[in-house]
């Protein structure tokens, strides 16, 4: 299974990006997905998360800015990013819990792509 997102870039304060990430390979379903963040000498966080059936939470920084979706179909996850300001520059990390054919869980990582909000 891998993760591939895209989407990252540099962007001025105000403006807007979209990430994507879909997971490939043999899954039998994807239960929780997910993005976080790690700007440059701080801890990784949690941006958004998603549940299958489409619940979301987000972090209270990017709530009102942030939009989190799925596409089940797909197994893709996305986040739409509006209002952008300098402090959420960091490289964003999609995740995803999911269930393998062996019917256990496990939990993957993209490789992380890179947002630059220029002020």
């Known amino acids: 299974v891998q993760l591939q997102a895209s989407g990252g870039g540099l962007v001025q304060a105000g403006g807007s990006l979209r990430l994507s990430c879909a997971a490939s390979g043999i899954i039998f379903s994807i239960i929780d997905m997910g993005w976080y963040r790690q700007a440059a000498g701080k801890q990784r966080e949690l941006v958004a998360s998603?549940?299958?059936?489409?619940?979301?939470s987000y972090a209270d920084s990017v709530k009102g800015r942030f939009t989190i979706s799925r596409d089940n179909a797909k197994n893709t996850v996305y986040l739409q990013m509006n209002s952008l300001k300098p402090e959420d520059t960091a490289v964003y990390y999609c995740?995803?819990?999911?269930?393998?054919?062996?019917?256990?869980?496990?939990?993957?990582w993209g490789p992380g792509t890179l947002v630059t909000v220029s002020s």
């Open positions: 998603i549940t299958k059936g489409g619940t979301t």
């Open positions: 995740n995803a819990g999911l269930v393998r054919l062996d019917l256990r869980n496990y939990d993957y």
